[in-house]
């Protein structure tokens, strides 16, 4: 059984912005869930998918 989890994906480019170019550089991609520092570079599609049912059940 597969349990589809729904969530929305705010895309920001660093380029141009000082603060965030200093923040995560050469980290890019980074994923952020909730505000939280979840993962950089590659996306993980298994341990994204675990965060994310991790985060709901604490909500």
């Known amino acids: 059984?597969?349990?589809?989890?729904?969530?929305?994906?705010?895309?920001k480019y660093i380029d141009g912005n000082v603060e965030l170019e200093k923040m995560y550089g050469?980290?890019?991609p980074v994923i952020l869930i909730d505000g939280e520092?979840?993962?950089f570079w590659k996306v993980?599609?298994?341990r994204f998918?675990?965060?994310l049912e991790?985060?709901?059940q604490h909500r």
């Open 1 to 11: 059984m597969t349990i589809e989890l729904e969530f929305e994906i705010e895309i």
């Open 26 to 28: 050469e980290q890019v």
């Open 37 to 39: 520092h979840h993962d």
């Open 44 to 46: 993980d599609p298994i």
């Open 49 to 51: 998918r675990a965060s």
């Open 54 to 56: 991790k985060h709901r």
